[in-house]
């Protein structure tokens, strides 16, 4: 994902922030699941009509990459690692690795708790890591709480970069 948050205004940049939030619980999803009990909780509606849907076994691999930089050689390495691992995953996990894993219902209630995170991390400031006083959130995994400072850091320093030049 490259992460070129510079062009558009606020609206442009929440937009932004709701689409990394999107790929980091798709990851979460894929790798630790969730069952139709915790879904019912936040969601009985939408859980009540999809039962089937909004079960995710959980460990499921993925990869997570950001690019500070999104040029021809980037773009390049990204595709070839893409087509590489979707027929190796595919081969030794006996799945499709272009469909849709854990359903949306799933992957809106872990883009609800990520967007509040980041809201925290957009609050706190760029000295902040992610973690409360050295505690870690449990309610988002470590991998995703890193992954997701360190966007919100770049987001900042973007943010800061442009106000200034």
């Known amino acids: 994902v490259a992460m070129d948050t510079q062009a558009g205004g606020e609206n442009s940049a929440s937009n932004h922030d709701a689409l990394m939030c999107s790929f980091f619980a798709h990851a979460d999803v894929l790798a630790f ?52 691992r979707a027929v190796v995953v595919a081969r030794l996990w006996d799945t499709d690795p272009f469909s849709e894993c854990g359903g949306s219902t799933l992957r809106e209630i872990e883009i609800s708790r990520l967007k509040e995170k980041l809201q925290k991390l957009h609050l706190q400031g760029s ?25 919100a850091k770049r987001v900042q320093q973007n943010e800061y970069l442009s106000q200034r030049g």
């Open 127 to 151: 000295e902040d890591d992610g973690f409360d006083n050295g505690q870690v959130d449990t309610k988002v995994n470590f991998a995703t709480t890193t992954i997701l400072s360190h966007y």
């Open 33 to 84: 699941g969730n069952t139709t009990s915790a879904t019912r909780s936040v969601t009985p509606k939408q859980s009540q009509n999809n039962d089937a849907e909004n079960i995710a076994e959980g460990n499921r691999p993925s990869t997570l990459l950001l690019c500070g930089r999104c040029d021809a050689f980037t773009c390049g390495q990204l595709v070839a690692l893409a087509e590489h």
